[in-house]
């Protein structure tokens, strides 16, 4: 991957920045506003009517987001669905350029391992997916159900007999739902066709898609929380001087900073990966950020929190909710220790290039 940012990434970065400037948690119009910039059809395929772009674009993106702390749903209901139809056919072709457009939205309720999947059994399933993120705004629902030794998807309106859908907050404020099916029928109609793509692959490389995504969400949000503890190091005074004089703090704040830069270089690894044919580059990829989510990230996030003291924790200081973010990245889509056994078992197969 090239460091050096494209025109077109600078323009995207620059046009997400811009829409965000005003954005309040929670603002409806924000969607709106990145449907209409043409945002969402970025996460989709083009043969369903998206743009297709890389994910090293979207980085770009997603990075914003995260900077601006934006409650705006671009990975729950644009680039997890986007990567679900990657490749991949589905009966109501008109819903797909509804979901690229951004005129509906799809939110995908997945699992970190297939095993623990609702099992389809005469046609019908039973159970549920908990933390489904933009699960309460969508208007269609991709399951992911176990089909006797296979996984398979399949779409289904969120009005359908037998599904119900919980509103639910992730602590970050994020929305997300709680799905739970009971004797839900599904059908060919409504199952998604991979092609040649084995389910379990796919349900891999959502978590996977996910996992990076709010890893480059978390990106932004650092950046945000550096820029946010540099400055009130510089203007808050104790003893009649700054506290950025106090050598400790010093030391933190640079500690700090590194983090937020090493970790850049991860994500843009992981994004390079992601957009590359080599499945085992992936997971490595993306093991190796969501690792250092866990073990560097969110001990930053902290750090920065005791740098500012009392009002670090206040409600109403940005601050708060922004290692909130870094807290969520980490909890979704796999554990760090899930993380750390698949980065195991690729070094234990001589999988993964040091």
Known sequence: MHFDITDEQRMITDSVARLLQDDTPGDAETWASIREMGAVAMAFPEESGGIGSPYEDMVFAL??????????????????????????????????????????????????????LPELVDGRVSGRWSGVVGGADADVIF?????????????????????????????????????????LALSDETRVDLGNVDGAERLELLNDVGAFAMGADALGAIETIRDMTLDYLKTRKQFGVAIGSFQVLQHAM???????????????????????????????????LKRQVNTRLRPAGMSAIQMHGGIGVTEEYALG??????????????????????????????????
């Open 63 to 116: 990075t914003e987001f995260g900077k601006a702390g934006s409650d705006a749903a671009f990975i729950a209901n644009a680039m997890l669905p986007g990567a679900m139809v990657r490749g991949a056919r589905v009966a109501d072709e008109d819903m797909l350029t509804a979901l690229s457009e951004g005129r509906a939205r799809a939110a995908v309720a997945i699992a970190g391992k297939a095993s623990v």
């Open 321 to 354: 909710r922004l290692v909130k973010r870094l807290l969520v990245a980490d909890m979704l889509f796999g554990s760090a220790d899930d993380h750390a056994r698949r980065l195991r078992d690729l070094f234990a197969d001589g999988k993964a290039l040091v």
């Open 143 to 183: 399951l992911s159900v176990r089909n006797g030794d296979t996984v398979e998807f399949h779409v289904v309106s969120r009005d359908a007999p037998g599904l119900k859908v919980e509103a639910s907050d992730l602590i970050d404020g994020r929305g997300a739902a709680v799905v739970t099916v009971d004797g």
């Open 254 to 288: 640079v500690d700090l900073a590194h983090e937020a830069e090493q970790f850049r270089s991860i994500v843009y690894r992981a994004a390079c990966a992601l957009d590359g044919v080599d499945a085992d580059a992936r997971r490595l990829a993306v093991s190796s």
